[in-house]
């Protein structure tokens, strides 16, 4: 039988992999860290997405699933993150 390929989750979908919720994280990230070099507070991302129905456990693998692929990175600490353009 032919070999499918592998693909990550929501590979090539919306900013962040395509999920409601990775795509808010992006969103709030690229905004609230425009023009910051110390990027944005994870709690402030919790606080802010929380108000949205996304639980804190959530946005917090969300986070480490942006980082991982890419598409954000710590800043001054691991609670502090900014847009990898």
Do not use: W
């Not at 900013?15 to 709690?43: C, F, H, K, R, T």
Request: glycine share 16%; aromatic share 6%; hydrophobic share 30%.
């Amino acid at each position: 039988p032919p070999i499918q390929q592998q693909h990550g989750v929501g590979a090539g979908q919306g900013l962040g992999g395509g999920s409601p919720l990775n795509d808010s994280v992006l969103q709030y990230i690229m905004s609230a860290g425009e023009g910051s070099d110390s990027g944005v507070n994870i709690n402030d991302i919790i606080g802010n997405l929380s108000n949205k129905g996304f639980s804190a456990n959530d946005i917090r693998n969300a986070i480490n699933h942006l980082s991982n692929e890419g598409h954000i990175y710590s800043t001054i600490d691991e609670n502090h993150y900014q847009y990898a353009c």
